[in-house]
């Protein structure tokens, strides 16, 4: 079947890419844990929770786990629909589809509470971009006001900020400020409960962080969030049947097999040093690709799915050149690296990142590094470069022939302050 063929099969029953973005804090850093100075056991914290607890707050938000792979200091979760990622002091659930991302909060209080004796949370976030079919989206999910009123009915202390163009791609972000360590952590019986509904299948590929984490260490993000991928780009990720079994070889690790040489197959597996990586991928019948790395120093989660692909890395990166392959690459080496392998029409980039710890940080030093990484955004993405021609002559907006260059042009720069954090924000379509 042609990629024609398959993209208007599955285009019937859309599937919903951005991913909603839940991240809690139950301390400011691994180091404040209870018993972190006194085991040499780095298994502390949220991290001594066995998986089966996991997989019961995971079935109210609609996902299951696919596999897990276990760092000095994170545990990730690759999921049906995204990502887990597991620290010894926060959890990071990334979610995408029709998931009930927000419906596992309460549940993830009560396990912190009763099983790491963690019971005061010190900030919560909850970010994602603007739905592309939001109203298939369950409550509270169908309307950015029914998510906000339902993280109000739990922290007193939240913040909901929209950034970008309302009638356009945008990005939605609710925060806490953080709270005094050894507060209570809300009530989550003050949430009532919604109907949950079953989940349509997913897609993803996620790397995370796996470096040792120290006390009150800058907080760093980065997102890709890409649209209307090129056929060429998007053709891998199509399955028409499934991968045949092999001598030796379960179906039930076929999935994972095909997902790790796709992974090499497009270059996945060389955004950052392969051996500073760990690599858990997974290919999806009919359409789909997830993965999560663990890499040394930091983390990266990044989905793909029909024509929507997103890549999120918690790894600071330098806003100098890297001389190196062998060396974490600097941001704009990263955000190449990762548009060359998706080849998208329409992206967004966010970089969220804390005020410096014991830093009396100026205004204009916080505006130093939020234009920092838009310069960094533009110079990566509106030069020239050399691209390679597409296979697919009848798709007009990625057509590029032999020889050609292809280059976006910024549609959206926007700065943000938000008390401790600082987010730099810009949009780019293809010329």
């Not at 690790?253 to 270059?267: E, K, M, N, V, Y």
């Not at 470069?385 to 798709?395: A, G, I």
Request: hydrophobic share 40%; glycine share 4%; charged share 20%.
């Amino acid at each position: 079947m042609a990629i024609d063929d398959r993209i208007s099969l599955y285009a019937s029953t859309p599937f919903e890419g951005p991913e909603k973005l839940l991240e809690v804090w139950f301390a400011p850093s691994a180091a404040s844990v209870q018993h972190a100075h006194s085991q040499k056991d780095t298994r502390l914290g949220l991290r001594k929770i066995p998986r089966c607890v996991w997989e019961d707050m995971l079935d109210i938000v609609k996902c299951k786990v696919l596999s897990v792979i276990e760092g000095d200091q994170t545990d990730a979760y690759l999921l049906s629909e995204s990502s887990l990622f597991v620290f010894p002091h926060r959890i990071i659930l990334k979610t995408c589809g029709t998931t009930l991302n927000l419906l596992g909060l309460p549940r993830i209080l009560d396990i912190a509470r009763e099983h790491a004796s963690l019971p005061s949370v010190y900030q919560c976030f909850y970010s994602r971009k603007s739905f592309m079919f939001p109203e298939r989206q369950p409550d509270p999910h169908r309307e950015w006001k029914h998510e906000v009123a339902f993280l109000d009915a739990i922290f007193p202390n939240g913040a909901a900020y929209t950034v970008g163009k309302v009638n356009g791609d945008h990005w939605l972000l609710y925060v806490t400020t953080p709270a005094i360590v050894g507060r209570t952590a809300p009530n989550p019986s003050r949430v009532t409960p919604l109907k949950r509904v079953e989940s349509n299948g997913g897609v993803q590929l996620p790397p995370a962080s796996d470096g040792p984490e120290t006390s009150l260490a800058q907080d760093y993000t980065i997102e890709i969030l890409m649209s209307d991928l090129s056929r060429e780009a998007r053709e891998p990720f199509f399955f028409s049947v499934p991968p045949s079994p092999v001598d030796g070889v379960s179906s039930d690790a076929l999935p994972s097999i095909t997902g790790q040489t796709l992974s090499a197959a497009l270059g996945i597996t060389d955004i950052f040093p392969p051996h500073l990586t760990v690599l858990d991928a997974y290919a999806f019948t009919p359409c789909g690709y997830s993965s999560n790395a663990l890499v040394k120093w930091g983390d990266a989660p990044t989905q793909v799915g029909w024509s929507y692909a997103s890549f999120e890395c918690n790894l600071p990166l330098s806003f100098s050149p890297v001389s190196s392959t062998k060396d974490i690459p600097d941001l704009r080496t990263l955000i190449q690296r990762v548009v060359d392998i998706f080849q998208p029409g329409r992206l967004s980039l966010t970089l969220f990142i804390s005020k410096k710890v014991n830093s009396n940080a100026e205004e204009d030093e916080a505006e130093a590094i939020t234009e920092a990484a838009q310069r960094e955004f533009k110079s990566a993405l509106t030069a020239s470069r050399p691209v390679s021609s597409s296979s697919s002559s009848l798709d007009a907006l990625h057509e590029v022939a032999d020889g050609h260059t292809r280059s976006y042009q910024r549609t959206d720069k926007i700065n943000y302050e938000f008390g401790d954090y600082n987010l730099a924000f810009a949009s780019f379509e293809l010329r």
